[in-house]
C-alpha cells in the first residue's frame, strides 16, 4: 500500500498534468478559430476557381493538344503520394489516419507494379513513413517555422510537384490531408491533382452553361490555369489540414483532461481512505497501550 | 439594362472586394479591357496590371497579378494570387514582386536554353511588372538582369 507521501505526490502531479493538456485544449481551441476562419476566407476564391476550370476542361475536352496536366502523360506507371501531416504530435489520432490511408494507396498501387515516389509535408508523417517507406521518400516540405498557412507555402510545394511532372518524374499524383467536418470528427481525404480533376466537372454543365468568349484561346488559358490549379488545391488542402490538426488536438486534449479529473478523483479517495486506516491504526495502538497499563 | 454589376476580387487567402460597379478596367494578357453591365460572357488571363473599379461608392483601384476574370451574366469576378488595393500597395511588396518576376525570369534562361517561349513569357511578365510600378508611382528597383 502506497503511503501518503506518495499518494499526496501523485495527485499533485496529475493536477499539474491537467493544468498542462487544459492549457493545451484552450491554445488549438483559439487556434482552431482562426484556421477555420482562414479556410472560411479561402473558399470563394476555390470555388470559383474550381467551377471555371472544370468549365474550361469540359470545353478542351480530350483533345490531343491540351495540356499535359489535364490530359495526363498517357501513362500510369509512377504514382506520386503528397501527405499532409501535422508537424507536432499530442493530436489523437489525426497523423495515424492520414498515413493509414496513403498506405493504403501505396499498397494498392505496389500490388498493380506501379512505382510509388512519397513527399512529406509536416514532421509527423515522415517520422513514421519512413519506418517502412524510406526508399520512396523523394522530398520533405518542413512547415515547423509555419505560423500560419500563407498561399506562399501552397505555391512552394506545387512549384516542387510541378518541376517533377515536367521533368517525367511521375504520372499520377495524391494529396493526403485530414478533412475538417467539426471538432470531434476529421476525415482522411485523398485527392487526385495530377492529371487535374475538379469538383464541378459534369454536374450541372449543361443546364446553365453560359458561352463564354475566351482570351487568349482557351488552351492557352488552361495552360495557365492549370499550374495555379495545383497550388490552389494544395493550399485548400493545407488548410483543412491546419484546422483539423487544431480540432483534433482539441478533442484529445479535452479527453486528456477529464481522464486527469477522473484520476485526481480516484486518487483522493484513495488518500483520505489510507489517511483514515492510518488514524485508526493510531488510536488502536494508544487504546491498546492504555489497556495494557 | 442594368446600371450596376456585381464586382468581385479574391485571392487566395481572403476576398479583397465585392462591390457594385458600373465599369471594370481590367489589365487582360492581351490589353486592358473595360467591362460594363451586359458585357458578353468572357474569361481572360491578367497580366500584372493596375484594376480600376468605378461604381455609386466611388472609384477604386487594386493592383493585380497572376489569374484570370471571368465577365459573366451575374457579374465580374476577378481571380489573382496577389491583389492588393491601390493604397495598401508598399515599394516593400513591389519589390517582392518584382525579385520573384526576375528569379523566375532567370530560372526560365538557364531551363529552357533553346526555346524562346517559356524564356519570353517570363520576360514579359518581368516587364509588365515593371511598367506596373511605373504606373502606380513607386519605383521598380533596378533588378540586375
Same mark, same amino acid.
Given at each position: 500500500?502506497?503511503?501518503? @507521501?506518495?499518494?499526496? *505526490?501523485?495527485?499533485?502531479?496529475?493536477?499539474?498534468?491537467?493544468?498542462?493538456?487544459?492549457?493545451?485544449?484552450?491554445?488549438?481551441?483559439?487556434?482552431?478559430?482562426?484556421?477555420?476562419?482562414?479556410?472560411?476566407?479561402?473558399?470563394?476564391?476555390?470555388?470559383?476557381?474550381?467551377?471555371?476550370?472544370?468549365?474550361?476542361?469540359?470545353?478542351?475536352?480530350?483533345?490531343?493538344?491540351?495540356?499535359?496536366?489535364?490530359?495526363?502523360?498517357?501513362?500510369?506507371?509512377?504514382?506520386?503520394?503528397?501527405?499532409?501531416?501535422?508537424?507536432?504530435?499530442?493530436?489523437?489520432?489525426?497523423? !495515424?489516419?492520414?498515413?493509414?490511408?496513403?498506405?493504403?494507396?501505396?499498397?494498392?498501387?505496389?500490388?498493380?507494379?506501379?512505382?510509388?515516389?512519397?513527399? !512529406?509535408?509536416?514532421?509527423?508523417?515522415?517520422?513514421?513513413?519512413?519506418?517502412?517507406?524510406?526508399?520512396?521518400?523523394?522530398?520533405?516540405?518542413?512547415?515547423?517555422?509555419? @505560423?500560419?498557412?500563407?498561399?506562399?507555402?501552397?505555391?512552394?510545394?506545387?512549384? /516542387?510537384?510541378?518541376?517533377?511532372?515536367?521533368?517525367?518524374?511521375?504520372?499520377?499524383?495524391?494529396?493526403?490531408?485530414?478533412?475538417?467536418?467539426?471538432?470531434?470528427?476529421?476525415?482522411?481525404?485523398?485527392?487526385?491533382?495530377?492529371?487535374?480533376?475538379?469538383?464541378?466537372?459534369?454536374?450541372?454543365?449543361?443546364?446553365?452553361?453560359?458561352?463564354?468568349?475566351?482570351?487568349?484561346?482557351?488552351?492557352?488559358?488552361?495552360?495557365?490555369?492549370?499550374?495555379?490549379?495545383?497550388?490552389?488545391?494544395?493550399?485548400?488542402?493545407?488548410?483543412?489540414?491546419?484546422?483539423?490538426?487544431?480540432?483534433?488536438?482539441?478533442?484529445?486534449?479535452?479527453?486528456?483532461?477529464?481522464?486527469?479529473?477522473?484520476?485526481?478523483?480516484?486518487?483522493?479517495?484513495?488518500?483520505?481512505?489510507?489517511?483514515?486506516?492510518?488514524?485508526?491504526?493510531?488510536?488502536?495502538?494508544?487504546?491498546?497501550?492504555?489497556?495494557?497499563? | 439594362?442594368?446600371?450596376?454589376?456585381?464586382? %468581385?476580387?479574391?485571392?487566395?487567402?481572403?476576398?479583397?472586394?465585392?462591390?457594385?460597379?458600373?465599369?471594370?478596367?481590367?489589365?487582360?494578357?492581351?490589353?486592358?479591357?473595360?467591362?460594363?453591365?451586359?458585357? !458578353?460572357?468572357?474569361?481572360?488571363?491578367?497580366?500584372?496590371?493596375?484594376?480600376?473599379? %468605378?461604381?455609386?461608392?466611388?472609384?477604386?483601384?487594386?493592383?493585380?497579378?497572376?489569374?484570370?476574370?471571368?465577365?459573366?451574366? %451575374?457579374?465580374?469576378?476577378?481571380?489573382?494570387?496577389?491583389?492588393?488595393?491601390?493604397?495598401?500597395?508598399?515599394?516593400?511588396?513591389?519589390?517582392?514582386?518584382?525579385?520573384?518576376?526576375?528569379?523566375?525570369?532567370? %530560372?526560365?534562361?538557364? /531551363?529552357?536554353? *533553346?526555346?524562346?517561349?517559356?524564356?519570353?513569357?517570363?520576360?514579359?511578365?518581368?516587364?509588365?511588372?515593371?511598367?506596373?510600378?511605373?504606373?502606380?508611382?513607386?519605383?521598380?528597383?533596378?533588378? /540586375?538582369?
Amino acid at each position: 500500500m502506497p503511503s501518503l @507521501k506518495d499518494l499526496k *505526490n501523485r495527485i499533485s502531479s496529475v493536477k499539474s498534468t491537467r493544468k498542462i493538456t487544459k492549457a493545451m485544449q484552450m491554445v488549438a481551441a483559439a487556434k482552431l478559430r482562426r484556421a477555420q476562419e482562414a479556410a472560411e476566407n479561402a473558399r470563394p476564391y476555390a470555388e470559383r476557381f474550381d467551377a471555371v476550370m472544370g468549365q474550361l476542361a469540359a470545353s478542351v475536352g480530350d483533345s490531343e493538344t491540351a495540356p499535359l496536366l489535364l490530359r495526363g502523360t498517357g501513362k500510369d506507371d509512377v504514382h506520386l503520394l503528397i501527405v499532409m501531416t501535422s508537424e507536432k504530435g499530442l493530436c489523437g489520432g489525426f497523423n !495515424t489516419n492520414i498515413v493509414k490511408k496513403s498506405v493504403q494507396r501505396i499498397k494498392q498501387s505496389r500490388q498493380e507494379g506501379k512505382e510509388v515516389k512519397i513527399i !512529406t509535408v509536416g514532421k509527423k508523417g515522415r517520422d513514421v513513413l519512413r519506418r517502412t517507406y524510406a526508399d520512396q521518400m523523394i522530398d520533405h516540405v518542413d512547415h515547423s517555422d509555419v @505560423k500560419r498557412v500563407g498561399y506562399g507555402d501552397a505555391q512552394e510545394i506545387a512549384r /516542387n510537384v510541378l518541376d517533377r511532372f515536367d521533368n517525367g518524374e511521375f504520372d499520377r499524383a495524391f494529396i493526403y490531408y485530414g478533412e475538417f467536418e467539426n471538432v470531434v470528427t476529421q476525415h482522411p481525404r485523398e485527392q487526385q491533382i495530377v492529371p487535374a480533376t475538379f469538383g464541378g466537372d459534369e454536374g450541372e454543365a449543361p443546364a446553365d452553361k453560359t458561352l463564354y468568349d475566351y482570351e487568349p484561346g482557351e488552351e492557352q488559358i488552361l495552360a495557365d490555369l492549370l499550374p495555379r490549379g495545383v497550388a490552389t488545391q494544395i493550399f485548400a488542402a493545407l488548410l483543412e489540414n491546419a484546422a483539423s490538426e487544431q480540432g483534433a488536438r482539441m478533442s484529445a486534449m479535452d479527453n486528456a483532461t477529464r481522464n486527469a479529473e477522473e484520476m485526481v478523483d480516484d486518487l483522493n479517495r484513495e488518500y483520505n481512505r489510507t489517511r483514515q486506516a492510518v488514524i485508526t491504526n493510531e488510536l488502536i495502538e494508544i487504546i491498546s497501550g492504555a489497556e495494557a497499563l | 439594362m442594368a446600371d450596376t454589376m456585381r464586382f %468581385e476580387l479574391v485571392s487566395p487567402e481572403r476576398r479583397v472586394a465585392s462591390m457594385e460597379v458600373t465599369a471594370v478596367r481590367i489589365p487582360a494578357t492581351e490589353g486592358d479591357l473595360t467591362a460594363m453591365p451586359d458585357h !458578353t460572357p468572357l474569361i481572360t488571363t491578367l497580366r500584372p496590371g493596375v484594376l480600376h473599379a %468605378e461604381g455609386p461608392e466611388g472609384e477604386m483601384e487594386f493592383v493585380v497579378t497572376g489569374g484570370f476574370a471571368e465577365v459573366g451574366a %451575374e457579374g465580374i469576378s476577378v481571380l489573382a494570387e496577389e491583389s492588393h488595393s491601390r493604397e495598401e500597395m508598399t515599394q516593400e511588396k513591389l519589390d517582392r514582386m518584382i525579385e520573384a518576376a526576375a528569379r523566375r525570369h532567370n %530560372e526560365a534562361k538557364s /531551363n529552357f536554353e *533553346n526555346e524562346p517561349g517559356p524564356v519570353d513569357d517570363a520576360a514579359k511578365l518581368l516587364s509588365d511588372m515593371m511598367a506596373m510600378g511605373d504606373h502606380i508611382g513607386l519605383s521598380p528597383k533596378q533588378s /540586375n538582369l
